[in-house]
């Protein structure tokens, strides 16, 4: 099943704060989250792992609460370079594939 | 620039018509995704190829198929093409086949089919 993500769609004013969740109904043993431009590739942001190993490179953090299957993307004083669609990928336990399923994308505005 | 490079870049076909689009991974990634987007839609796995062996299938339609040869790149075949095809086409790359580990995309082979 594929992962639930809200809001669908937040607007927000360069500098001020946005959250973005990822939810499932899967035991989960990973999320990876990705932001793509439009007309552009995504590109990879940060990956949570079961047990709270976090791999990411970018001034963006996030959570990953086993017990509620969810993930959540805090992105702090935001910049007009966060602006895109957010998607979150996640990886079930009981997958032996390591197939990623994704979630339908939140856009995120930034007005100057 | 994520080192995966797609080509063709654009693809303009007939209903009916079969194309093929091509993948080259990031130098030392042995596993290659392939993923369709339609129009302001979510990312739609297809296939997972690694080392040579097909990994795993998500939604890929029986009109198209993929593979990975020795040299690792890998190629997309699309035939009895369709409106309904229309997409942006993206590959990626990773180190190993799965395990958590980041995909690289690349630039995406957007398809349009009149």
């Known amino acids: 099943q594929q992962p639930v993500q809200s809001p669908q769609a937040v607007i927000l004013r360069e500098g001020e704060d946005a959250v973005i969740n990822c939810s499932s109904s899967?035991?989960?043993?990973?999320v990876h989250w990705y932001r793509q431009k439009h007309g552009e590739a995504p590109v990879f942001l940060m990956i949570l792992l079961k047990g709270g190993e976090q791999k990411g490179h970018e001034k963006i953090s996030a959570s990953f609460n086993e017990k509620k299957q969810q993930s959540s993307l805090y992105l702090t004083a935001s910049q007009l370079s966060y602006s895109g669609t957010y998607f979150c990928g996640t990886e079930r336990t009981e997958d032996s594939n390591y197939q990623l399923i994704w979630g339908a994308g939140t856009k995120l505005i930034i007005k100057p | 620039d994520s080192g995966v490079t797609q080509t063709p870049k654009h693809l303009i076909t007939a209903t009916g018509q079969r194309v093929t689009l091509r993948c080259s991974p990031r130098s030392g990634d042995l596993s290659v995704y392939w993923y369709q987007q339609s129009l302001d839609q979510g990312l739609q796995f297809l296939i997972q190829?690694?080392?040579?062996?097909?990994?795993a299938k998500g939604n890929i339609l029986e009109r198209f198929s993929a593979q990975q040869f020795p040299d690792l790149h890998s190629e997309l075949n699309l035939s009895s093409l369709e409106l309904g095809d229309s997409a942006l086409y993206f590959c990626a790359s990773s180190r190993k086949a799965g395990g958590a580990r980041e995909q690289y995309f690349g630039p995406g082979t957007r398809l349009t089919v009149t």
């Open positions: 899967k035991a989960l043993y990973s």
């Open positions: 190829y690694y080392n040579g062996e097909e990994r």
